[in-house]
């Protein structure tokens, strides 16, 4: 089959890989028909590239038919539709019955230290290969894969495998009071869902930062109040003149490790980003460092007492923060990778009944898997406006 494969920073490429099997009785195999590029794809081929190995199939986000199913597979049937969440979760263990699946216990990487593995994301979560593919092996096919209805085009559901769920929780962990305000970092695809979210669910002050024309007019396209820069030093004061000097409960940092605005962390992950894979590895387990700029906004922005819902992923083993800062603030901080499986149940009934989050237009761009190279090249660049891409093997 043909797969999107990572080949080293900045270089994917379309490669013919051998076809997915059966391998466990509860298996099965899905042909891919739509699959999302997601922010964290593109720590794979910069800051993660240490963790990568060449020829590894990319990509978390898919959805397609079921093909084939193992003997234990009663679920789903061939022909069914279905989403694949980006956790690799058995649906069984406590802690996927306590809605962690992100940490699932039949999963969890315990030689590396790590939580539930992931699709198409490193050694340090599986190294499972990945949905950006033609067929995807899928594990747990009696709890893992979200059956979806027919008849509604894929733009309707392939968001389950990650941007919605990751969005909701993000909202979720936030945690804004009832007319209070929520100020979110970075307007991708998950700041962008997360401003969605916020507002179906009643929050009416939503502020969104980012400086990416394009991102700036979805968002206020949709009621979003937008700050146009990433500077701490513009956004900090702008969000306490609109908070009557307060700051807003709650703030979202969609952004992680690959901000803008932070030159020191960016020198160092460039300099390190020459020294031999083996070695880096080694030092980003020990001594990596982010580029903190919009976790260090959020820390300044938020009220005292306010809430931080970190989405943004960061994978610094030594990220000097501000404590005094925090812990005289009363800061509250929340994260994770989303627990998908947590959230279907509430988000599924707003993809079936209507579109409330505008997920049938919320891709940029629909383009078949041999474009995968350029589509991760634009999306990088933020290029040729584009937001979301789908591939469509
Ligand atoms: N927690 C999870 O389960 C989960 C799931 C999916 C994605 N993510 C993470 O969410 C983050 C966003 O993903 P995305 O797909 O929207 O990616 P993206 O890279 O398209 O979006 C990030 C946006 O942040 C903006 N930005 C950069 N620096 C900023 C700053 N200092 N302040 C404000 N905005 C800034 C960029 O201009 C960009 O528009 C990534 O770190 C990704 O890895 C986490
Ligand atoms: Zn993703
Ligand atoms: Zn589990």
């Known amino acids: 089959m043909r797969a999107v494969t990572w080949h080293g920073r900045a270089d994917v490429r379309v490669d013919t890989v051998p076809d997915p099997t059966i391998q466990e009785p509860t298996d099965v195999i899905v042909e891919i028909t739509s699959s999302g590029i997601c922010g964290s794809d593109l720590h794979l081929i910069e800051v993660m590239a ?66 539930a593995s992931l699709f198409g994301y490193t050694k340090l979560y599986g190294q499972v290969p990945g949905g950006q593919a033609e067929y995807l092996r899928v594990p747990f096919g009696n709890t893992l894969p979200i059956k979806v209805p027919q008849g509604l085009p894929d733009d309707r559901f392939v968001y389950l495998s990650d ?66 820069s990433t500077d701490q030093d513009d956004v900090v004061p702008a969000i306490r003149d609109a908070t009557q000097g307060r700051g807003p409960d709650a703030v979202i940092d969609a952004v992680g490790m690959e901000a803008h605005d932070s030159p020191f962390a960016w020198a160092a992950q460039k300099a390190s980003a020459v020294l031999p894979d083996a070695v880096m590895e080694k030092v980003m387990q020990v001594a990596g460092v982010d580029r903190l700029a919009a976790l260090n906004t959020a820390i300044e922005a938020v009220r005292r007492g306010g809430t931080i819902s970190l989405s943004g992923v960061y994978g610094g083993a030594t990220d000097p923060l501000p404590l005094m800062r925090m812990f005289d603030k009363q800061v ?55 937001v979301k891409v789908l591939l469509q093997p």
């Open 50 to 115: 240490p963790f990568m190995t060449v020829g590894d199939v990319m990509g978390h986000e898919p959805m397609g038919v079921v093909r084939e199913v193992g003997p234990e597979v009663t679920a789903v049937r061939p022909g069914d539709r279905v989403v694949v969440p980006f956790n690799i979760s058995c649906g069984t263990c406590w802690m996927c019955s306590e809605g962690l699946q992100s940490q699932c216990e039949t999963t969890q990487n315990r030689e590396q230290g790590f939580g």
């Open 163 to 228: 941007v919605v769920p990751t969005a909701w929780q993000a909202v979720q962990y936030a945690a804004t009071p009832p007319g209070g305000t929520l100020l979110v970092l970075g307007l991708g695809p998950i700041g962008d869902m997360c401003t969605r979210i916020a507002r179906h669910l009643g929050i009416e002050k939503v502020y969104g930062v980012d400086v990416v024309p394009e991102r700036l007019r979805r968002a206020t396209a949709r009621g979003t109040e937008v700050i146009r």
């Open 332 to 386: 509250q901080l929340r994260m994770g990778q989303a627990n998908v499986w947590r959230w279907v149940p509430d988000i599924l009934p707003l993809l079936t009944e209507g579109d409330p989050l505008g997920v049938d237009d919320f891709a940029t761009h629909r383009v078949p898997l041999e474009q995968a190279p350029e589509a991760y090249a634009n999306f990088r660049e933020k290029k040729d406006g584009t």
